[in-house]
């Protein structure tokens, strides 16, 4: 691209691109006419012989004293966008090469940068010895990376890893902004499937995640089937079938989260003038998609956790007076079996019997109590062992908090 010596030409003509790759300079007239006058609005020394950097202080001290909207306001920052094109063209072409994505190329990057240049006026303060030039390079590029880096969340997660990090809520929000509405119970019930039976070995936290396995689909299709009569009309699915709206789902997420590029200078639907460019703010930056779910994710957790801590303290407390005794004197007062066969009269071996018989019960109220939630899961045999680290867990902390009332 041919770098701008002119002083008129700096601060009134626009980089032009031809696909990705910039062609020329086009100048607006209306610049160029008013950026002559106030070169040649004063004699030697003043305003014409100015260098470019003073130019820039000026038409930002312009555009900061001019009240909001007001055509002075205007004309410095058309000014000041002028000025920074080159900056911006450059910062937009190393992290183009920087991000391999084919999504985003040079004019990408250029347009969204470009487009916040507000919060580059803004930030910038000459009193600090920096050039306008060379802060908004700095700027326009941190810009830059943090949109392609937020991006890249979705760009490098396979659809399983994806699936496994989005939350309910997100789910269905995505799922609906793709024009479903009846449909999305299946799609989510099938996803609750998919969660609970897929388990990866490698651990879920991986972006490179593969796909289940075939005999993991059909235990994912058995699952769905048996659980598809609690809702309102669901018809049965074959693996296959709930591969493909996995596949789906993970699109409409990754559509969902972060919308295809659009040109900041094409129309605004439904309008004969406006561009994008228009309605960008300063708060259009997304946040990172990882820390979005954690906090829905944390959010959900909790008040899950909450639902069954008061299920599970209900049925404790409907307990016969001997199986309440018994958790107390194991979880609160830490005594042996042997202990509390003695305290208790009867045999040691059956404690341990004892005990398992209420940890069962426990257990078949949790399975109840999922089957009452909002996607009527029930939990598996499988799943019934792994909860039961958790309910012992539960058991230990809900009676050492009750210990120093008793």
């Not at 770098?3 to 031809?18: A, G, K, N, P």
């Not at 058995?222 to 009569?229: G, K, L, S, V």
């Not at 949790?366 to 309910?391: E, V, Y």
């Amino acid at each position: 691209m041919r770098t701008r010596q002119d002083l008129i030409e700096i601060f009134s003509s626009f980089v032009q691109f031809e696909g990705d790759r910039a062609s020329h300079w086009l100048s607006d007239p209306r610049l160029r006419r008013h950026m002559q006058r106030c070169c040649e609005a004063a004699a030697s020394p003043g305003p014409k012989n100015w260098p470019e950097r003073s130019w820039a202080i000026h038409w930002h001290q312009q555009w900061q004293s001019q009240l909001p909207q007001n055509s002075g306001q205007k004309m410095a920052y058309a000014h000041l966008l002028a000025y920074v094109q080159e900056a911006c063209y450059w910062v937009a072409y190393k992290a183009s090469s920087r991000f391999t994505s084919a999504q985003y190329g040079v004019s990408d990057c250029f347009q969204l940068a470009i487009a916040q240049l507000e919060k580059v006026l803004t930030g910038f303060d000459p009193a600090q010895g920096f050039e306008l030039k060379n802060y908004a390079s700095t700027t326009f590029g941190s810009l830059i990376r943090d949109y392609l880096r937020q991006r890249q969340e979705t760009d490098i997660c396979t659809n399983w890893s994806l699936l496994r990090k989005v939350s309910q809520k997100r789910l269905v929000a995505a799922l609906q902004a793709q024009g479903l509405q009846t449909e999305i119970e299946p799609y989510v019930l099938a996803w609750s499937a998919y969660k609970l039976i897929y388990v990866p070995t490698t651990g879920t936290a991986t972006r490179r995640l593969a796909g289940p396995e075939s005999e993991v689909w059909a235990a994912i299709a058995q699952y769905y089937n048996t659980e598809r009569h609690h809702l309102s009309s669901a018809a049965a699915a074959s693996p296959a079938q709930l591969e493909a709206w996995m596949v789906a789902a993970a699109k409409a997420v990754r559509s969902y989260l972060y919308p295809g590029a659009l040109s900041m200078n094409a129309t605004l639907p439904g309008q004969d003038g406006g561009e994008f460019i228009d309605t960008f703010s300063d708060d259009t930056q997304p946040l990172p998609m990882h820390a979005l779910m954690a906090e829905e994710a944390e959010q959900q957790q909790q008040q899950n956790y909450q639902q069954l801590a008061d299920r599970l303290t209900a049925t404790v407390a409907k307990l016969d007076s001997a199986s309440q005794q018994l958790l107390q004197l194991y979880y609160s007062s830490a005594l042996t079996q042997k202990e509390i066969a003695a305290q208790m009269g009867i045999q040691q071996y059956s404690i341990s019997r004892k005990l398992s018989r209420i940890r069962k019960a426990l257990l078949l109220e949790l399975s109840q109590w999922a089957q009452a939630t909002a996607l009527h899961t029930s939990l598996s045999p499988d799943l019934l062992k792994h909860t039961s680290a958790a309910l012992e867990e539960w058991l230990a902390a809900h009676y050492q908090a009750l210990e120093p009332d008793q």
